[in-house]
C-alpha cells in the first residue's frame, strides 16, 4: 500500500474542516454533539496542480451540495459565468483565516 500524496491529503482534508466548521451541533442524543453541515452549505473546490514551479492544471469540482445551486451561486458571485474563479476561492480562504484565527491560536498564559 502506498501512502496518498501531500495534494491527495490535502484535497480531502479542506471539505471536512469546512463542514465542521459550518455545522449546527445536534444535541438530540447522549454523548458530544453530532455535527451536522448546514443543509444550504455548497463547497466548490479548486485545486491547482503544478509542473515544477510551473502550474500545469486547474481542477475544480463540487466537494459539497448540489450543482443546481452551486451553479446559480457561481453565476450571481463570479465574473466568469459558471467557474469557480480561483482569486475569489483565495480571497475568501484569507477572509476565513482572519475571522477564524482566534480560534485556533493556542494563548500562553
Request: glycine residues 4%; positive net charge.
Amino acid at each position: 500500500m502506498t501512502s496518498p500524496t501531500k495534494s491527495v491529503v490535502h484535497s480531502n482534508l479542506y471539505p471536512k474542516v469546512i463542514k465542521k466548521l459550518f455545522a449546527i451541533k445536534d444535541r438530540s442524543r447522549r454523548g458530544p454533539p453530532k455535527r451536522i453541515p448546514w443543509p444550504k452549505l455548497n463547497i466548490v473546490q479548486v485545486i491547482k496542480r503544478y509542473s515544477g514551479k510551473r502550474l500545469s492544471h486547474i481542477e475544480r469540482r463540487l466537494a459539497h451540495g448540489d450543482w443546481g445551486t452551486t451553479s446559480r451561486l457561481l453565476v450571481q458571485t463570479q465574473t466568469q459565468v459558471g467557474c469557480a474563479n480561483t482569486a475569489y476561492v483565495e480571497r475568501f480562504n484569507a477572509t476565513l483565516r482572519h475571522c477564524l484565527k482566534n480560534k485556533f491560536t493556542v494563548q500562553n498564559e
